[in-house]
């Protein structure tokens, strides 16, 4: 068992930067590769990046890529979603998600998740 447990959300200005942090606990966090996916009102949840064991793979939605970045710090067990340039359409709950097996986007391959962190973002 993977405990997942994401910090960091909030209500910030469009424009504006926010760092979701999301930290494990249970079994060894290096052998899993790291998700996150947000899930909007009335939408379904959708992959926003993923990350691999070591960290050397990244995988970015469109909708992100350029603006968002992802990384692990294995020593400390925890996950960031580094957030920049932030827009009304990022509004979202952010759930961080860990598999054991190689990097995708789909999220019904991940097999724990944290409860998710709320971020707003205003116009």
């Known amino acids: 068992q993977v405990q997942l447990v994401e910090s960091g959300g909030g209500l910030v200005q469009a424009g504006g930067s926010l760092r979701l942090s999301c930290a494990a606990s249970?079994?060894?966090?290096?052998?899993?590769?790291m998700g996150w996916f947000r899930q909007a009102p009335g939408k379904e949840r959708e992959f926003v990046a993923t990350i691999s064991w070591g960290g050397g793979s990244r995988d970015y939605a469109d909708s992100v890529k350029g603006r968002f970045a992802i990384s692990r710090d294995n020593a400390k067990d925890t996950v960031y979603l580094q957030m920049n340039r932030l827009k009304p359409e990022d509004t979202a709950a952010y759930f961080c998600?860990?598999?054991?097996?190689?990097?995708?986007?789909?999220?019904?391959?991940?097999?724990?998740w944290g409860q998710g962190t709320q971020v707003t973002v205003s116009s």
């Open positions: 998600a860990a598999r054991a097996l190689s990097s995708t986007r789909d999220k019904y391959e991940y097999d724990y």
């Open positions: 249970g079994r060894t966090f290096r052998r899993y590769v």
